[in-house]
């Protein structure tokens, strides 16, 4: 072998990277506001996504006081009304969900699980968070402008989302479309962030497949939405030029209060597949970071390896890549060519095979395990039973024939609240009380925590699970009222109390969770360094919480994957990554060195 | 231990409220059994699927509960298993496709012998349009729609003064009869909706849209938008009524034509766009359809 190539033996020295000084902060300004630390980015997106989530969180409560008691709030009319579906859809899932999963924990736990010091471009990162907080407040703003916000509904289809006819036409859609636009451009700077991070700032000996699954899933996610947002940005863009420059992209001729509009030859399907090539990836967005981290918690907590490693890896890369080819599954019902139905059935479908093995995984993983019932726990388990739940009902939405009748009915609604609002964040809050010990110092309280998930859990499945049975009545979506009708029993009015009430009570149990975080920062038990003895690299820093830099003077050394829990003839039931071999204590019976990896990882 | 028990609770009371709560697909009044059918296959299926996942885990989490002197299993990966389960699932899905596409072979396939019916929406009312006696509908375009001339009817089409024209009124459909509903909207996205008769599609400003059907079963039926088209959505109904053979020809021999009804525009007599006092009317009605809704 002498053409160049490698011998056999020829070793190749790992290429040493010489450190980089971090900008370390001399001012308060600098260090909590105008902060490059990946971690106080992260704690900035938390909070902010998190106030904003409040918000959506109070539509939500007006609207099911609109449909539980229709008659009684005069304050709620259908414009207001539309305009609380509208902002509560948009808010959640770009605004909460997206900046929750990647702008917060991404910046907090890529650093530190893959044994960085920070994120590779910590000024760019500043200013992604500044220009999504900039998106927040312009959304903000559009409640208070003339007219109000836009009553476009979340998917903001043309022509109706900038025609007479909807709420908040003036001011309202074109606040929203800058704010996403600004959103996007903010993202992006964070997302180019994480992906180069994953790639390059990784710890010695961190291969990619020794990665923790929460590393992977927030990596192929930012991959995803760096492909997936810029279809939505074009889209906000061109909707923004017909709106105030009188282009037609999406606008055709049409008949307004009597009036033919200047618009002419636009196709507003054209935004629809622009929209959901971007909004199908998004529910992965949301999802994939979810089920990096379910898989973490759960490994952690049952003190077992996850099962299957390797093909929870590929799983994540499949999905990832099959969620770009299901996007008219949104549209069955859109006027499209029919024949895309096909198609898109086909591909949604199978997408169930990587999605049916993650949970096959999470449960096996339960079994033969040694199961501590912690809060992180007990929400990733109550998040395997909503996202199942969720998912299932995502084969009846998939399989087109399927989708006609239950399109645009309240069993939407229901599916994709169940699988994309409640179990996201059911892992959101898994990981607040899984990483809260590390961000802070202190543990959550148990008790208010126990509180704060029971209700949350069965309060969240009494509210979804019977909503499904109102789409196969018949009753539709987006509805300011259901009014008189010949199919609707009266005993769906009842269902609907009901599930207001429900709401509300869910609603109550996460002020207490809110005051749960404010108080145990202060007064909270100390945590200590690794209070779940886990093993990857977030819990073996040298301070807690870990300072700039993330770690002490050495950045570690990782000689295993993230699952080594329970290896036989080891006496501890963990061992971290970056422990040396040398250093893992045999139990007596043991001889020989410690098993690394599981060889599988090398085949 | 709780947890446990809560979790088979959840999945009992899940298929308990399945069986037994009042509420379900309303009676089918069209020949879309296969999608109830295909509803059903899906929740035998999956259905199972769910159950056992959720048995499963309720049995881990008691029988692997936490005690000092358990460790758990180390076991990283059994290929086996993960090949039986990917197996497993392919065939479930393979299930739930091959009679859902079987039956969408079905939908996008239009019988020739389907009677068109058009259905033209706009903010906030359902109109509709049959062809006369040539059983042709005449072209239309939206640059033509003024108030003497709503619908937008090409009057230079031979196929056109004949149309049959319901304004505001209810719309009749024979029974059994294969029928090809096209739909048309003037303004923006709507979603003509019939709960009993299962499909529903679009109406697409800019283009004509279409779905077809065999009423199966008399009666009448609500009419719901179910695409969001502004503050009027929920108010925007109407009816259909699926009548026997004698009943519907007796309904069609009252309806009144293009020509008849609008004489002028039908013989080509251009008149100035739409005006605001229609609309105006419209907007009227619209708001006490929504107080009379409160």
């Given at each position: 072998m002498s053409n160049g190539m490698l011998e056999e033996t020829q070793v190749i020295p790992l290429a040493e990277v010489e450190e980089v000084d971090l900008y370390h902060a001399h001012h308060w300004i600098t260090k909590y506001v105008f902060c490059q630390d990946a971690k106080v980015i992260a704690i900035q997106y938390s909070a902010t996504a998190i106030l904003i989530g409040l918000v959506g969180l109070v539509l939500s409560w007006l609207m099911r006081l609109q449909l539980g008691f229709p008659e009684v709030f005069d304050f709620i009319d259908a414009e207001s009304y539309y305009q609380y579906v509208t902002m509560h859809g948009m808010i959640m899932v770009i605004y909460l969900l997206t900046a929750l999963f990647l702008g917060g924990f991404g910046n907090y736990l890529i650093p530190l699980m893959v044994g960085a010091r920070d994120m590779v471009f910590p000024y760019m990162n500043m200013i992604s968070y500044w220009v999504y907080l900039l998106a927040v407040i312009v959304l903000t703003v559009s409640f208070f402008v003339p007219g109000g916000a836009s009553g476009a509904g979340w998917t903001l289809y043309p022509p109706q989302a900038i025609s007479e006819g909807t709420p908040g036409i003036d001011g309202g859609i074109i606040l929203m479309l800058v704010s996403l636009v600004l959103f996007i451009i903010g993202f992006t700077m964070g997302g180019l962030n994480y992906v180069v991070t994953v790639l390059q700032a990784r710890a010695r000996g961190m291969t990619l497949m020794r990665m923790p699954l929460t590393v992977w899933g927030i990596f192929v996610a930012t991959i995803l939405a760096l492909l997936a947002f810029p279809a939505l940005f074009v889209a906000g863009v061109m909707m923004l030029l017909d709106r105030v420059l009188g282009t037609s992209f999406f606008m055709p001729e049409m008949i307004v209060q009597g009036e033919m509009t200047s618009h002419e030859n636009g196709s507003p399907l054209l935004f629809q597949h622009l929209f959901w090539f971007f909004g199908h990836p998004?529910?992965?967005?949301?999802?994939?970071?979810?089920?990096?981290?379910v898989s973490d918690i759960i490994s952690t907590h049952a003190r077992k390896n996850i099962f299957g490693y390797r093909m929870m890896v590929w799983a994540i890369v499949a999905i990832g890549g099959l969620s770009f080819i299901?996007?008219?599954?949104?549209?069955?019902?859109?006027?499209?060519?029919?024949?895309?139905?096909?198609?898109?059935?086909?591909?949604?479908?199978?997408?169930?095979?990587?999605?049916?093995?993650?949970?096959?995984?999470?449960?096996?993983?339960?079994?033969?395990?040694?199961?501590?019932?912690?809060?992180?726990?007990?929400f990733c388990i109550a998040f395997i039973l909503t996202f199942l739940n969720g998912g299932i009902t995502g084969l009846f939405l998939g399989n087109v024939i399927v989708d006609i009748p239950l399109s645009d009915t309240m069993?939407?609604?229901?599916?994709?609240?169940?699988?994309?609002?409640?179990?996201?964040?059911?892992?959101?809050?898994?990981?607040i009380y899984h990483w809260f010990p590390k961000m802070s110092g202190r543990m959550l309280h148990e008790g208010w925590g126990q509180f704060h998930f029971w209700i949350t859990f069965l309060g969240s499945y009494l509210i979804y699970f019977p909503m499904h049975y109102l789409g196969f009545v018949g009753v539709p979506r987006r509805y300011f009222e259901i009014g008189e009708t010949a199919f609707v029993p009266p005993s769906a009015a009842t269902l609907n109390e009901f599930i207001t009430v429900m709401v509300l009570i869910v609603g109550f149990a996460q002020v207490v969770f809110m005051a749960n975080i404010i108080i145990s920062i202060f007064k909270g038990k100390p945590a200590g360094d690794n209070p779940w003895n886990a093993t990857s690299l977030e819990w073996q820093t040298a301070t807690t919480p870990p300072g700039h830099g993330n770690f002490g003077d050495e950045l570690p050394v990782v000689y295993r994957w993230a699952y080594a829990y329970s290896m036989p003839g080891v006496e501890a039931d963990f061992v971290p990554q970056n422990m040396p071999p040398g250093e893992v204590k045999r139990t007596d019976s043991a001889t020989g060195p410690v098993a690394e990896d599981p060889p599988e990882l090398h085949q | 231990m709780v947890l446990a028990i809560v979790?088979?609770?959840?999945?009992?009371?899940?298929?308990?409220?399945?069986?037994?709560?009042?509420?379900?697909?309303t009676p089918i009044a069209s020949n879309w059994g296969s999608m109830d059918d295909a509803i059903n296959i899906t929740f035998a299926i999956t259905g199972v699927a769910y159950i056992a996942v959720i048995l499963f885990m309720a049995y881990c989490i008691y029988k692997y509960r936490h005690r000092e002197d358990r460790r758990a299993d180390y076991e990283p990966e059994n290929t086996k298993l993960e090949w039986w389960?990917?197996?497993?699932?392919?065939?479930?899905?393979?299930?739930?496709?091959?009679?859902?596409?079987?039956?969408w072979n079905d939908f996008v396939t239009v019988p020739e012998d389907a009677a068109e019916f058009e259905v033209v929406g706009s903010q906030w009312e359902w109109n509709y349009r049959l062809p006369g006696k040539d059983g042709k509908l005449g072209k239309t375009n939206i640059k033509l729609i003024s108030d003497d001339n709503p619908f937008g009817i090409n009057p230079k089409d031979p196929n056109a003064r004949d149309d049959i024209l319901i304004e505001g009124e209810d719309l009749h459909l024979p029974l059994n009869q294969p029928i090809k509903m096209l739909l048309r909207s003037v303004d923006v996205l709507h979603d003509f909706y019939v709960p009993q008769f299962r499909a529903k599609m679009d109406l697409v400003p800019g283009m004509v849209t279409f779905f077809w059907l065999t009423p199966t079963r008399t009666g009448t039926f609500d009419i719901l938008c179910a695409e969001l088209c502004g503050v009027g959505h929920h108010a925007m109904r109407g009816s259909v009524i699926v009548d026997d053979k004698a009943a519907y020809q007796k309904w069609l021999q009252s309806q009144k034509t293009f020509a008849t009804l609008y004489p002028k525009a039908a013989a080509g007599i251009k008149q100035a766009a739409k005006s605001d006092a229609k609309m105006k009317t419209v907007l009227t009605a619209n708001t006490q359809i929504n107080e009379e809704g409160k």
């Open positions: 998004e529910v992965y967005i949301v999802a994939l970071p979810a089920f990096g981290v299901v996007w008219a599954h949104h549209m069955y019902v859109s006027g499209m060519n029919p024949y895309f139905g096909f198609f898109f059935a086909t591909t949604t479908l199978i997408i169930a095979v990587p999605t049916a093995l993650k949970m096959y995984n999470w449960v096996l993983t339960l079994y033969k395990g040694n199961i501590h019932l912690s809060i992180p726990m007990l069993f939407v609604v229901a599916h994709f609240h169940m699988v994309m609002g409640i179990a996201p964040v059911l892992v959101i809050f898994a990981a | 979790l088979v609770l959840l999945a009992v009371g899940s298929v308990i409220f399945h069986f037994w709560s009042p509420w379900w697909f389960l990917t197996w497993v699932t392919a065939a479930g899905v393979v299930g739930l496709l091959t009679p859902g596409l079987i039956a």
